[in-house]
Structure formats: structure tokens, C-alpha cells
């Protein structure tokens, strides 16, 4: 009997940058695919219509990731703290992998970040995974960059 299961699992790492552009602090963190993540992946795999991965979005809750989960907790909105766009939409691809990542510069996304998200929109849309962190203190003149890479296995 052949038994072969598909996973989508992730990790992402965090850059806070200085206005020298210093690393002031770095990490990587595990991630959850969402259900309705999942579901995206199927649906792009069926060639329907559900947009490809274009926005990254950070905010502050600490609330643990659920699989149910279809947003974040307490996601910065609007002015400065809106989703910052992938730098490739949909993401760049190597072999069983794909990266997305979205920077945060001087001026967006300020403010204590604990939890990030990817999603196919820049307001609302489908939420590929979510996940939770120990607070980064992004200062006005600092730049956060995440890449955050999902790999297929």
C-alpha cells in the first residue's frame, strides 16, 4: 500500500532593521497553513479563480494560531500600518518551496508586532497562514523585512 501524504508547512524570518541599516534583531518562527490556506493551495492546483499570494499583513495579538483562523487577530489597518505587498506576487519558487516577502519601511507597520499573515489581497482576502511571535518593536525610522517560506512535503 502506498501511503504519501502532502504538508504544507513554514517558517518565516524576521529582520528588524536600524535607520543605519543594522540588524537590530533577527528571528525565525514556525507558522501555520490555515485551513483556508489549504484550501487555496487545492483550488490554485484545480486552476479556479482564487487570486495568488500577494500581501503580507502584521499586527499585535499574541492569540495562538488556530487552523479555523481566516485573519488575524488585531491586524494594523489603514494609513501607515497597512499590508505591505510581496515582493513577488505570488511568490518565488524553488523546487518545493516558495518564499513571499514583504518589507516594512521607514514609517509602515511602526509599533509592537507580534503575529504576521499572508493573504491574496490587500484589504480582506483568503489568509494562506498565520502565526505568532515574540514582540518586535519596530521604530518610525526602522525597516522590517519578513520572508516567510511554505514548503510542500
Do not use: C, Y
Not at 502506498?2 to 513554514?10: A, M, Y
Not at 507580534?114 to 482576502?125: C, L, V
Not at 498565520?130 to 525610522?141: E, H, Q, S
Amino acid at each position: 500500500m502506498i501511503n504519501d501524504s502532502l504538508k504544507p508547512t513554514g517558517e518565516l524570518l524576521i529582520v528588524l532593521r536600524g535607520p543605519d541599516g543594522k540588524i537590530k534583531e533577527q528571528k525565525t518562527v514556525p507558522n501555520m497553513i490555515v485551513t483556508s490556506g489549504k484550501n487555496a493551495i487545492a483550488s490554485r492546483l484545480a486552476g479556479t479563480a482564487t487570486a495568488v499570494m500577494s500581501h503580507l499583513a502584521i499586527g499585535q495579538s499574541t492569540t495562538a494560531p488556530v487552523a479555523t483562523q481566516t485573519a488575524l487577530i488585531t491586524e494594523f489597518t489603514g494609513g501607515p500600518n497597512a499590508r505591505a505587498a510581496l515582493t513577488v506576487a505570488g511568490g518565488a519558487v524553488s523546487g518545493n518551496q516558495i518564499t513571499f516577502t514583504a518589507t516594512f519601511g521607514a514609517g509602515n507597520g511602526t509599533g509592537p508586532v507580534t503575529e504576521a499573515g499572508i493573504f491574496n489581497a490587500s484589504t480582506a482576502g483568503t489568509m494562506l497562514a498565520r502565526t505568532t511571535f515574540l514582540v518586535v518593536n519596530k521604530d518610525a525610522l526602522d525597516t522590517l523585512t519578513i520572508s516567510w517560506i511554505v514548503t510542500i512535503s
